[in-house]
């Protein structure tokens, strides 16, 4: 690497970034709605293009809506830093945005210190990872695991076609293939992300270093029954929808206890009663279940148990049910090596840091399909995250955005390769 002096991260900058960013998708709340595709989404997205070419990198917006700035050589492999843009609806300040600022903010503390790195560094905002349409859209596209029936197909909780909400905004869903990075043409991926938990808070260490990422399996159910007027249907005459889906919600805690793992989490996230009166005993009840583990079978184990779950409870009720998974994302080990060369350079810093699994799913994992990745935690103040309550401490923001730092000069100061951990 060619340079003049050591770079040092600009406090001043990121928090400016970070605001900026933020700037986009404020909802009454006091939160941030900026769903993938949005309006909201891709404003922050063309503002955040505009920012990256006036500090001199190559950018570029590829067929699925992420967003590229390169600095160094505009040829041959690179080191891929960055997160996600998008939110949950009236989510948080960090959550992915956090991430992106963190790895631009670095790109720019390098350029500042004169330096052109050996191996060239993209920062990288992708989209649609919070799961509108699936989740993790942009990362799995890039890591080319994305296919054209799968764009085809999918839709979000309001039957929005993907491809529709992609053609909104200028993208063609056609192209999306063209997405795929070729094996060998990203070296490493680096993410920076809030923990969204309270274990790193709970042990007053300032650095998480992920070796595992939950996988995902998100499914939508609905059970139907018959509407009703609720004072004069009998008790054990009715056919409650919302009944079956409440015997349903009091198995889970059961069904982890008796096949899962620490590691293991079954939500009801999304409900939807029918028709949603006051008066009227519910006659359909569509909902929500997100299940997660770090294995693979324990994930296995846990959807057959809660489809189980939900056959008794439709029968136990005089319900119909119907199940639809609507995304599978596999459970990742990341890359020891590239994990062993952040802890490295942590202990360095004098930054304690905690080896440690990630319940929640991110960009890193699919990432670990295309080149080895690594995803780096700081702490989430009371573990609040997807919500406007949602905080991380200064001090620990700036102790994550040296460790990023140190470690892409690092990765980009020599010819290091991995051979990726699957």
Not at 20 to 39: L, Q, T
Not at 177 to 203: D, I, K, N, S, W
Not at 235 to 251: P, Q, S, T, V, Y
Not at 333 to 341: E, G, N, P
Request: charged content about 20%; hydrophobic content about 45%; glycine content about 10%.
């Amino acid at each position: 690497m060619n340079g003049r002096s050591a770079p040092a991260i600009d406090s001043g900058r990121l928090r400016e970034l970070l605001s900026d960013i933020n700037s986009f998708g404020v909802d009454s709340s006091g939160g941030y709605s900026r769903p993938g595709f949005s309006d909201a989404d891709m404003a922050a997205r063309h503002w955040l293009k505009d920012r990256m070419t006036s500090e001199g990198l190559a950018t570029w917006l590829d067929a699925v809506g992420n967003l590229f700035g390169r600095l160094g050589p505009q040829d041959g492999p690179c080191i891929m830093t960055g997160s996600h843009l998008d939110t949950v609806p009236q989510g948080g300040a960090y959550d992915g945005a956090l991430g992106v600022a963190v790895a631009l903010e670095c790109v720019l503390a390098i350029r500042d210190a004169g330096i052109e790195p050996a191996i060239p560094i993209e920062v990288v905002a992708t989209s649609e990872e919070e799961g509108r349409f699936g989740g993790m859209l942009g990362s799995q596209a890039i890591a080319g695991l994305v296919t054209s029936e799968w764009i085809a197909n999918a839709s979000d909780a309001d039957g929005v076609r993907l491809p529709d909400a992609m053609r909104a905004q200028g993208l063609d869903p056609l192209r999306a293939e063209t997405a795929r990075r070729e094996p060998g043409m990203v070296t490493a991926f680096v993410e920076l992300h809030v923990e969204q938990g309270p274990v790193l808070e709970a042990a007053s260490v300032p650095i998480g270093i992920a070796d595992s990422v939950s996988g995902i399996i998100h499914r939508g159910v609905t059970l139907s029954g018959a509407a009703n007027h609720s004072g004069t249907t009998p008790m054990e005459m009715r056919a409650d929808a919302f009944a079956g889906l409440a015997g349903i919600a009091a198995a889970i805690p059961d069904i982890v206890s008796a096949a899962g793992t620490d590691q293991s989490r079954i939500t009801i996230g999304k409900v939807e009663l029918k028709p949603n009166f006051p008066h009227t005993v519910p006659g359909e009840a569509a909902f929500s279940v997100i299940i997660r583990d770090t294995d693979e079978a324990v994930m296995r184990r846990l959807a057959r148990a809660i489809d189980d779950a939900i056959e008794q409870g439709a029968k136990r009720n005089r319900l119909r049910y119907e199940l639809v998974e609507r995304s599978r994302i596999a459970p990742v080990l990341l890359d020891v090596r590239l994990a062993d060369l952040l802890a490295a350079e942590a202990e360095k810093l004098g930054l304690g840091h905690l080896r440690m699994a990630s319940g929640a799913g991110h960009d890193a994992q699919t990432m670990q399909a295309l080149c080895p990745s690594a995803l780096i935690f700081v702490p989430s103040r009371g573990g609040i995250s997807h919500a406007p309550e949602e905080w991380t401490d200064w001090e620990a923001i700036l102790a994550g955005a040296r460790l990023m730092l140190a470690s892409l000069m690092r990765l980009s100061a020599s010819d290091l390769r991995f051979a990726a951990t699957r």
